[in-house]
T-cell receptor, first 115, second 117 residues
C-alpha cells in the first residue's frame, strides 16, 4: 500500500525567509502528487499538483514543488513566506489506476511564522 | 460560490445517538469522497462514489458508518450509535474522473466537526 511521510511535524520560519517542506512517498509507479493547505477550522485548499511532465510545478500563493523520482520526494518550497502562510500543510498521493483509493495523506507539517 | 458545501458545520451529539451529514459536491463533478480527520492527523479516506455507485467502502471504519448518494448528486454520511471515538472532522471532496482513471484533483468542503459527548 502507498504511504506518505512528512518528516517535520512543526517548522518555524521567520517572515520573509525561504521555506521548504519535505514529503516522501512510497509507491512503485508514478503517483499523482498534491500539496494541500489547511487553516484552522477550515477545509483543505489545493496548492499545487503533479500528474506528469515538467517535474517543477508552480502553484498558488507563490508556492512551487519539485518531483524527484530517484528520491521519491515532492518537496514544497516558497522563496519568501508571509505571516498569512501560517497553517497546516499536507502532502498527498493518489496511486490507484482505478481511482479506488482516494487520496493518501501525510500527517501534515505545522508551519509557524515568526515576525 | 460553487464549491463543495457540507452541512452542518458543527454537530454535538450524545453517545449512542445517530448522526447524518450532508455533502453537496461541485455540480459538474461525478466523483465524491468522504474522509475523516482527527486532531493532529491528515485526512483518512473512508469511501467514494462514482456517480451514484459506491465503488469503495471497505475503508469505512465500522459497520456503524454508511454513506449514500442516491441520485449521483449530494451524498450523506451516517454514523449510528455514535461513540466518543467518532469525534472528528468529516470532510467531503469531489472531483471529475472517468471510471478506472485517477481523474482531476479533489476539491474539499469545509467539513463537519462532530463532537460526541
Amino acid at each position: 500500500a502507498q504511504s506518505v511521510t512528512q518528516p517535520d511535524i512543526h517548522i518555524t520560519v521567520s517572515e520573509g525567509a525561504s521555506l521548504e517542506l519535505r514529503c516522501n512517498y512510497s509507491y512503485g509507479a508514478t503517483p499523482y502528487l498534491f500539496w494541500y493547505v489547511q487553516s484552522p477550522g477550515q477545509g483543505l485548499q489545493l496548492l499545487l499538483k503533479y500528474f506528469s511532465g515538467d517535474t517543477l510545478v508552480q502553484g498558488i500563493k507563490g508556492f512551487e514543488a519539485e518531483f524527484k523520482r530517484s528520491q521519491s520526494s515532492f518537496n514544497l518550497r516558497k522563496p519568501s513566506v508571509h505571516w498569512s502562510d501560517a497553517a497546516e500543510y499536507f502532502c498527498a498521493v493518489v496511486t490507484s489506476g482505478g481511482g479506488a483509493d482516494g487520496l493518501t495523506f501525510g500527517k501534515g507539517t505545522h508551519l509557524i511564522i515568526q515576525p | 460560490d460553487t464549491g463543495v458545501s457540507q452541512d452542518p458545520r458543527h454537530k454535538i451529539t450524545k453517545r449512542g445517538q445517530n448522526v447524518t451529514f450532508r455533502c453537496d459536491p461541485i455540480s459538474e463533478h461525478n466523483r465524491l469522497y468522504w474522509y475523516r480527520q482527527t486532531l493532529g492527523q491528515g485526512p483518512e479516506f473512508l469511501t467514494y462514489f462514482q456517480n451514484e455507485a459506491q465503488l469503495e467502502k471497505s475503508r469505512l471504519l465500522s459497520d456503524r458508518f454508511s454513506a449514500e448518494r442516491p441520485k449521483g448528486s449530494f451524498s450523506t454520511l451516517e454514523i449510528q450509535r455514535t461513540e466518543q471515538g467518532d469525534s472528528a472532522m468529516y470532510l467531503c471532496a469531489s472531483s471529475f474522473a472517468l471510471q478506472g482513471h485517477r481523474g482531476t484533483e479533489a476539491f474539499f468542503g469545509q467539513g463537519t466537526r462532530l463532537t460526541v459527548v
